[in-house]
Structures are given as structure tokens and as C-alpha cells.
């Protein structure tokens, strides 16, 4: 009987080069170096140690990221864990999309984008026993109605509304120039990857210490859209939240909860100081 462990996180943050019309990939590698950095240590089973971290560099083409992914999904384990952060692009006819990659054009972005189905069947196709893709990204006005007609086999809707793999995460609305500087950029203050980071840093008080992404998603879901300083553009119709799904067998370590444990012991201020210092995760992500 093999027995396997451990989490292959993939963290992909595209930028998309300096066409105006993509700059809501603008911070994605921000917000894929936040995630890189956080999640390795919040995943219960694993921790750092367990978890290997593969941060594909901003810059790199469609091969390059798709090629991560795979060499991921062929190693075994028990979650796989991939993450896309940047700008969606749909094809010409609306029914499949892609992530916009550097030195993209208006004319070829879809061509030379990291195709949806691409990642999606590598996951599907994975070593491990369970998957999770996470999802920071905005789409501009013709790939925005793409995803808004959903509703059949042939449209790119479907994609998140019927997906082969578990999401979580955010898709909202961008227009380029002025009018896109009110949106929430992927990777920036308001955004999924931000929220989900502040979530896990923080924890969440009163709740176990170990808690489901599903578990997790209401305090998210408070800093993009409805807490008390809602980011503009973070919510409907402007943008689409994806909700983990119950069940997953992925858990989380729940910072906050450690923390009133550790209070509630009659101990030195220095030696809390240092007992939380031990619980809380150093290492580095791995590329």
C-alpha cells in the first residue's frame, strides 16, 4: 500500500506586459509572492516542511507555467494546490479562457495565454488525492460577458460554474485605462490573494484550530465585499466569488486559536513571546 503526504503548491502570478489593455495583471506578482509566503505554513498536515513550493517567475511564458504544473501533478501526494493570479482573456469565440501572459497583444493573448483547460487537466489528471485551485483574477469587458452567459456546455461560464477541479477565489471586472484604476487589482489590497493572507495571518477567533477553506471563507469573503471598509468593485455584479467546496479534506491552521491557547496559560509574557515565536512558520518557500 503507498502511502503518500504532503502538499505540491504551484503559485502562478502573470503579468502581463505593458499593453494597457492587461493591467489588471499589474500586481499579480504581488499577490502570488504573498501567497507563496503564507500558505505553505497555515496547511495543518503538512506545514513548511511538507509542503513543496514551486513560484513560477512572473515573467514566464504559457510553457513555462503549464510545465510547473505538470512536474507537480506527477509527483504524489495528497492535495495539489494551484494557484492563478492575474488577468483572464477568453478566446475569440467566448468558450474557453486563458491567463494573460507577459508581451501579450489585444490580437494574441489568448494564443499565447496559459489556457484554463491546460491546468485544469493536469490537475484532474494529478497524483494526488485532492486538488484545489485558487482563483485572484479580473477579465475585461468582452471576457466579463463570456463568463456572464455561462449556462451551456459551449460557454466560458461554465468553466467556473461547472469546474472539473474545486475553486476558491475571486474573478472581477476590468476596464482599461481611468476607469480601471477603481478596480481591485489581483495581488492588491482588497483582493482574493490579500484577503485570504490576512485571513490566514490573523486566524479566526473563537473557532478551532484547525478549520476547512470552506470554514475560512465567510472572514474572506468580509474584506473583499461588506466589511467595514469594502474595496471598491469587490462585489456583485462587478466580480464573482468562488466558494470552496465542503467536504475537501485540506485543513488549516487556525493562528488565532493557538494564540488563546497559549494566553490562557499562566506563563511569562517572554516566554509566551517565544512559545509563539515556535508556533508560528519560518521557513521559506521552496522555488
Do not use: K
Not at 8 to 30: H, K, M, Y
Not at 42 to 52: I, K, P, Q, T, V
Not at 136 to 165: F, K
Not at 265 to 272: A, D, K, M, P
Amino acid at each position: 500500500m503507498r502511502v503518500v503526504s504532503g502538499v505540491d503548491l504551484v503559485v502562478i502570478g502573470a503579468d502581463g506586459g505593458p499593453d494597457r489593455g492587461f493591467g489588471g495583471s499589474a500586481r499579480a506578482a504581488e499577490g502570488a509572492r504573498l501567497l507563496a509566503e503564507v500558505l505553505p505554513g497555515m496547511c495543518f498536515d503538512a506545514g513548511s516542511a511538507g509542503c513543496r513550493v514551486t513560484a513560477v517567475d512572473p515573467a514566464a511564458d504559457a510553457n513555462t507555467m503549464l510545465t510547473a504544473v505538470r512536474e507537480a501533478a506527477a509527483r504524489p501526494g495528497r492535495w495539489l494546490v494551484v494557484c492563478l493570479v492575474g488577468q483572464l482573456v477568453a478566446d475569440p469565440r467566448g468558450r474557453r479562457l486563458a491567463l494573460v501572459t507577459g508581451g501579450s497583444t489585444a490580437d494574441n493573448a489568448y494564443r499565447r495565454g496559459l489556457a484554463w483547460d491546460w491546468v485544469v487537466s493536469a490537475m484532474v489528471h494529478g497524483d494526488q488525492e485532492e486538488a484545489l485551485l485558487l482563483v485572484d483574477a479580473v477579465a475585461d469587458r468582452d471576457t466579463w460577458a463570456a463568463l456572464e452567459r455561462g449556462g451551456g456546455e459551449d460557454g466560458a461560464g461554465e468553466l467556473l460554474s461547472y469546474p472539473r477541479v474545486p475553486l476558491w477565489g475571486r474573478v472581477g471586472r476590468f476596464t482599461a485605462g481611468r476607469r480601471g484604476r477603481d478596480a481591485v487589482l489581483p495581488g492588491a489590497e482588497g483582493s482574493f490573494s490579500h484577503a485570504l493572507t490576512t485571513v490566514l495571518r490573523h486566524g479566526l477567533p473563537g473557532a478551532p484550530a484547525v478549520v476547512s477553506p470552506l470554514d475560512l471563507q465567510p472572514a474572506v469573503a468580509a474584506l473583499l465585499d461588506g466589511g467595514p471598509d469594502p474595496a471598491p468593485g469587490a462585489g456583485t455584479p462587478g466580480a464573482r466569488l468562488l466558494v470552496p467546496p465542503q467536504g475537501g479534506r485540506l485543513l488549516m491552521r487556525n493562528r488565532a486559536a493557538v494564540r488563546g491557547a497559549l494566553a490562557g496559560l499562566s506563563l511569562s509574557e517572554e516566554l509566551l513571546a517565544v512559545l509563539w515565536r515556535e508556533s508560528a512558520p519560518t521557513d521559506p518557500p521552496s522555488t
